[in-house]
Structure formats: C-alpha cells, structure tokens
C-alpha cells in the first residue's frame, strides 16, 4: 500500500515506538523522523502508538481519535 501520505509533525521526540509496533518492520527512523519503506498494510499501527500524536496519513487521520489499547505500552 502507498505510504506517501504519512506525515510527521516537528513534535515528534523520536522515541520509536512507531518502528517498535510496526508487525512489518516498514519503518525506519531517519534522522530522527520515522520513514516509512513499501511493505505497508495500513494497519495505523504507528499513528496508534505515537505518544504524541504527531503522525498523520494525509488529511484523512486528522482530528481522529487513536487506539489506546495495551500495545501502547511497546517501550
């Protein structure tokens, strides 16, 4: 699946939990800022356990509440 998309807010403290949840290993960070490779299945994993809420797929995740389920506490 595409992964244009995502984004990432200058909030982001570069903590990995968005490469850590990833099932796909897809993400790498880079700099400091997650990078998202092609093995995508747009499962929002990473906009899920992002503990600042700086990851956003285009316009389409904005404003939309994330799971907190117990895999927000991936450290």
């Known amino acids: 699946m595409k992964?244009?998309?995502f984004t990432v807010a200058d909030g982001c403290i570069?903590?990995?939990k968005c490469v850590r949840g990833c099932y796909k290993n897809?993400?790498?960070?880079?700099?400091?800022?997650?990078?998202w490779?092609?093995?995508?299945?747009?499962?929002?994993?990473?906009i899920n356990q992002c503990p600042?809420?700086?990851?956003e797929y285009g316009r389409k995740t904005e404003g939309?509440?994330?799971?907190?389920g117990?895999?927000?506490?991936?450290?």
């Open 26 to 35: 897809n993400i790498k960070l880079v700099d400091g800022k997650p990078v």
């Open 14 to 16: 570069s903590c990995g």
């Open 3 to 5: 992964t244009k998309k």
């Open 52 to 55: 600042k809420g700086v990851i």
């Open 64 to 68: 939309k509440p994330r799971y907190q």
């Open 37 to 46: 490779g092609n093995d995508c299945t747009h499962c929002m994993a990473c």
């Open 70 to 75: 117990p895999e927000s506490a991936l450290k």
